[in-house]
């Protein structure tokens, strides 16, 4: 079993940043791709990010390339996802996911998943 667990979420202003961690307990994750999704009120979840188990494979979707950086330390069990230059847009729960293999990039490919921390971004 997998626990997967989000932290760093809140309210921030147009402009700011946020750091969110994921951490993940009981079995290891070894040869897991993770990844962070979001989901607005009324829209599909949607993938933001996600890193394969060998750290230079990294994915981005087109609103978060540049502005985001997604790292993972698997040493210790733990997802980042930096974000930066937020805007309104971005208000969302966003998720920790994992899934055995490759990186995908819909939802239903990855298995485990966290509850969630809220962002939200406004003035």
């Known amino acids: 079993q997998v626990h997967l667990v989000e932290s760093g979420g809140g309210w921030v202003q147009p402009g700011g940043s946020l750091r969110l961690a994921c951490t993940s307990s009981g079995r290891p994750l070894n040869n897991h791709a993770m990844g962070w999704f979001r989901q607005a009120p009324g829209k599909e979840r949607e993938l933001v990010a996600a890193?394969?188990?060998?750290?230079?494979?990294?994915y981005y979707s087109d609103s978060a390339e540049g502005r985001f950086s997604i790292s993972r330390d698997n040493g210790r069990h733990e997802l980042f996802l930096q974000m930066n230059k937020l805007t309104p847009e971005d208000s969302a729960v966003y998720f920790c996911a994992a899934k055995a293999g490759d990186v995908r990039y819909t939802a239903s490919d990855y298995e485990y998943w966290g509850q969630g921390t809220q962002v939200t971004v406004s003035s």
């Open positions: 890193i394969g188990w060998i750290l230079d494979i990294t």
